[in-house]
């Protein structure tokens, strides 16, 4: 026994200092969000409230029900409890297992009196962890239950993203949608004043033709945003968990965000994006599964004993019977196989190298979202101004041509060409107001928002 605590220490003060702790690894965060948007202000958007960027009564009702009933966050949830279920069996690990093994048999020889013998005994074994294997393996499953928590929480920023885009996208068909119902209704009282010019003998045939045309083609779009509303309304409804239903809503022109769009420094995307956090977790699972292989090339020790109660000892019948006790040691090390494991240590470094990398570009990944998502809110602005522009000078020009029609200085096409584009600058105009809504979205959900706060 002197022995193998002498091992155990020696082995001990040898396994002492072999592994390092995880340290996250030095990344480049200058420049990511580009040098454009580059700020030393700390302040984001992402650290708001859900409640406070969308501030639209209906759309918080939608996004409240979709966190409450989504399917896929509810399974997020779940995983949770499945990882920590295997940090707990990780820390169980630890302690010596216990199990009760009693044993009983009858014996008779030439129809002599049965021979009762029983033996009651608890046996126990317990894995000393010298060299971090246990540990490794329990940092392991630490960081896999830290990463459920943080798929949990990149599928809630992005079902709140993608209630809101849905939501912005339905306001955005309706304004199209009233637009084009409006210019369809003022089209066919052109068809009509044509249709007496013609009587009249002011015009032809073709220009009848060629105003009836862009009409029809007009209601036919009508109906195609009506498809588009319907689908957009089914798939806001499934997202809820919820069969297909009309949405209640309200209107784009009504829509508007308090809050400036401070995007901070981007070191804190590691601090706030959900997806950067998971591949680092990821990266930190590595390097202890690195931990866990190396130590399976050292010896494995194991301390094992039982005690209990048995009535037969040494061949000797005693009743009623009497303790019986055991202990042992062993002290396991690899020979033949040991090649195998250095496979897998040399597997589980090429796996950490992986993560890393993927840990890098995660973070290149969500800098470059943050950047598209400033420039498209900058563009998206810009060009509201110039539409406003655009569609005065159109209005003025459809203002001109009907009169100038009236007194036949001009002929259809022209008038037909004025309208057309006019429709066109409105409809656009909708969708750039659109897209700067949706930049703020988008912005939102790359700074890594939508946290429960």
């Known amino acids: 026994m002197k022995k193998i605590i002498f091992i155990i220490a020696v082995a001990y003060l040898t396994g002492c200092g072999i592994y390092k702790p995880y340290q996250q690894p030095d990344v480049r965060t200058a420049g990511l969000f580009g040098t454009e948007y580059e700020t030393t202000d700390s302040s984001t958007i992402a650290n708001v409230s859900w409640r406070e960027i ?80 246990l540990q490794n393996a329990k940092k392991r499953s630490k960081a896999a239950y830290l990463q459920s928590h943080e798929y949990v929480q990149a599928v809630r920023t992005q079902l709140i993203a993608t209630i809101a885009n849905y939501y912005y996208t339905l306001l955005m068909l309706d304004a199209q949608y009233e637009i084009s ?6 089209w066919y009282e052109s068809v009509e004043v044509m249709r007496a010019m013609k009587e009249a003998g ?57 809050v400036q769009l401070a995007v901070g420094v981007p070191l804190q995307l590691l ?20 931990n866990e292989a190396r130590a399976s090339l050292y010896p494995s020790i194991t301390l094992a004993g039982s005690a209990g109660w048995t009535n037969s000892a040494g061949g000797y019948i005693v009743n009623p019977g009497k303790l019986l006790w055991s202990a042992a040691a062993s002290l396991t090390q690899p020979l033949f196989n040991k090649g195998i494991h250095r496979a897998q240590v040399k597997i589980a470094e090429a796996q950490r190298q992986e993560a890393m990398l993927n840990f890098q570009q995660t973070l290149l990944n969500a800098g470059a ?8 809110y900058q563009v998206a602005r810009e060009k509201q101004q110039f539409r406003i522009q655009q569609i005065t000078s159109l209005e003025t020009a459809v203002e001109s041509t009907e009169l100038l029609m009236n007194h036949g200085s001009i002929t259809y096409l022209d008038i037909l060409t004025a309208r057309q584009s006019l429709l066109s600058a409105q409809l656009n105009q909708v969708a750039d107001k659109f897209s700067e809504i949706q930049s703020v979205v988008n912005l939102y959900h790359a700074l890594g928002g939508g946290r429960d706060n």
């Open 54 to 133: 969308f501030t639209d009564p209906e759309l918080q009702v939608l996004i409240e029900y979709g966190i409450e009933n989504n399917t896929n966050l509810q399974i997020a949830h779940w995983r949770v409890r499945q990882a920590e279920a295997a940090l707990s069996t990780s820390r169980l690990a630890f302690l010596p297992s216990l199990h009760l093994a009693p044993e009983g048999s009858l014996s008779s020889f030439d129809g002599a009196t049965p021979t009762k013998v029983y033996s009651v005994p608890v046996v126990a074994s317990w894995e000393i962890d010298v060299f971090g294997k």
């Open 181 to 186: 119902v409006r210019t369809a209704a003022s």
């Open 202 to 258: 002011m015009t032809n045939e073709a220009g009848v033709a060629q105003i009836e045309a862009s009409y029809f083609a007009i209601e036919a779009s009508v109906r195609d945003l009506y498809q588009q509303i319907t689908e957009m309304e089914n798939n806001l409804s499934i997202l809820l968990g919820e069969a297909p239903q009309e949405i209640q809503r309200g209107t784009l022109a009504g829509q508007y965000f308090p």
């Open 271 to 290: 601090t706030n994006r959900p997806d950067v956090k998971s591949a680092e977790l990821t990266l930190v699972q590595a390097h202890y599964a690195t």
């Open 369 to 376: 979202e943050v950047n598209n998502a400033l420039t498209q």
